[in-house]
């Protein structure tokens, strides 16, 4: 289906070209390159519908890179591939503009540029087949207009293309393109009314987008992971240093043994990016969300308070707990509850050997979208942050081990069935 025009929200369906950014021997660059495949996608510019982001993207929270890098924005009636940038062809004398897959007057089209030719005046440029579009030549600045009073402006930048800084549409509406200071790399899209797009990149790959934006009066964030995810590392995850765990703690640093741990069982229970605290002490990146310490501490009176993750682990979506992640239980087990629990979204797994244990019962919070799939050697049972377990700042589930086939036990039995996260793996 081509994209159609409701209002100001602009809905695509397009099909575009694999390409993300690299880097160049002198610094960081634009430049697109890759290899060419077909990817469909889904999204809508909201230049005008301020409750809502600026750019509305469907799905579960990650892109293509061919999604990003072919994001198509309306200009008379075409959808141009906005992020690519103008380039100068010097034999032809002509200036081509990138076209995304569709267009918003639903015809069908067999060109992948809009092409500007010379006309007689040296600084003006007429768009071949197109007679609404001009290109305005101002040395180190081009702008692009249509007769119906929009204007999209490109300025020059180190690798010889012209970028996109400025769209403003007739309606008011504007769109500004920042840029990183030391190269050519996209850094943000905003508009006047606030909203927000950043791209965030590691060693010149796009990474990720986060867009803020308002809706009725209070402020949203929206991060979307961009490519194919890749297996967190153990030394990627930073947890609490000495300086930052009380006096009266009885665990006064983060060892290795701890670290091993903690990634056994976020490869266990998460996806390719969660991280698992079970050892007393949060990841850093939640620093604003919980304490870095929460192991067992202990008390004026001379005895031991056990803290929340000595006897639970948490996991996370990823080091600084905003994004989400598949929920996952080993396999093996002989009995399990049919849904989650009303309250909490609880569910539980028996299993008459787990890890080192034997005899023992899993106890799953706050399980989103529950449903039981094998998948290798796991079992999938949904997601993390379902009820209790998601907040404006952090996304978790919240994972129990109890001696014996309990099922859920009663809060006051729960101490006393409790095993140590740790010493199950």
Not at 269 to 297: H, I, K, M, Q, W
Request: aromatic residues 10%; negative net charge.
């Amino acid at each position: 289906m081509w994209p159609s025009c409701v209002g100001r929200t602009l809905v695509m369906s397009v099909a575009v070209s694999f390409s993300l950014c690299s880097a160049t021997a002198g610094g960081r660059s634009n430049e697109w390159f890759g290899s060419r495949q077909a990817v469909q996608t889904r999204y809508r510019w909201n230049t005008d519908e301020k409750d809502l982001p600026l750019l509305e993207m469907d799905g579960d929270g990650r892109l293509e890179e061919a999604e990003v890098a072919g994001f198509g924005y309306p200009m008379d009636g075409l959808s141009v591939q906005i992020l690519a940038g103008l380039r100068y062809d010097e034999a032809r004398k002509v200036y081509e503009l990138p076209l995304a897959a569709g267009s918003i007057d639903g015809a069908a089209r067999e060109e992948t540029n809009i092409v500007f030719e010379a006309t007689e005046k040296g600084s003006r440029y007429r768009a071949s087949g197109q007679p609404n579009l001009e290109l305005l030549d101002n040395d180190s600045m081009k702008t692009i207009r249509t007769k119906g009073g929009s204007r999209y402006q490109f300025v020059r930048y180190p690798d010889g293309k012209f970028y996109c800084v400025l769209i403003k549409e007739a309606s008011g509406a504007g769109l500004d393109f920042v840029y990183l200071a030391d190269g050519c790399l996209l850094h943000a899209i905003s508009d006047s009314l606030g909203r927000t797009i950043t791209l965030n990149y590691s060693s010149a790959r796009l990474v990720s987008l986060t867009e803020t934006w308002m809706e009725k009066a209070e402020g949203r964030t929206k991060t979307w992971s961009v490519g194919a995810p890749e297996l967190l590392k153990q030394e990627d995850v930073k947890y609490s240093h000495s300086k930052n765990v009380p006096g009266n703690a009885l665990t006064l640093q983060y060892t290795e043994e701890m670290a091993a741990s903690d990634y056994a069982l976020a490869r266990t229970f998460g996806g390719l990016e969660a991280v698992a605290a079970g050892n007393g002490f949060e990841p850093a990146g939640l620093a604003g969300s919980y304490p870095f310490y929460r192991g067992d501490t202990l008390g004026d009176d001379g005895a031991i308070h056990r803290g929340h993750l000595s006897w639970s682990m948490h996991l996370y979506g990823s080091v600084d707990g905003t994004k989400e992640s598949p929920l996952y239980v080993p396999p093996g087990f002989t009995e399990h509850s049919a849904q989650p629990s009303p309250t909490d979204a609880v569910v539980t797994f028996y299993y008459l050997k787990l890890g080192k244990l034997t005899d023992v019962t899993i106890a799953v919070f706050h399980v989103a979208s529950f449903e039981m799939v094998t998948e290798g050697e796991r079992v999938r049972i949904g997601k993390i942050g379902g009820p209790g377990g998601s907040g404006p700042s952090y996304k978790h589930s919240h994972i129990e081990f109890y001696r014996g086939n309990c099922g859920l036990p009663k809060l006051e039995d729960r101490p006393r069935l409790r095993i140590d996260p740790s010493k199950v793996l």
